[in-house]
């Protein structure tokens, strides 16, 4: 399984058997995708105050576009390797959607329901 983070207003638009289309798409070709290990750091670099956030837990075997692992836009400093989705996203690829908001403490972490997978 990959993640997907948007904005949950932007995952409810896209209707039964709809597909999601980001501005990434159009703009680097590609949707941003993490890991179980790494959805926090997008998170904690790009969506600081931002309480309106879902996570999609998205399985790549029902994307039907190509899921490349590649260095991160920008790269990582770790060298960090992300998925990026090719193509829109299906609605039915998206097995999951999770609240994904800051902690008491100010940072993300995965919710209770994928943290232990």
Known sequence: MILHIC????WAGVGDGGEYRPPSLGEVGFIHCSDFGTAHLPANALYRGRTDLVLLEIDPAKVGVPVRWEDGEPPHPAGI????VYGPLPRAAVVGVHEFG????????????????
């Open 102 to 117: 800051e902690t008491a403490d100010g940072g993300f972490r995965l919710p209770d329901a994928l943290a232990h997978r």
């Open 81 to 84: 390797w992300f998925p990026h």
């Open 7 to 10: 904005g949950a207003a932007d």
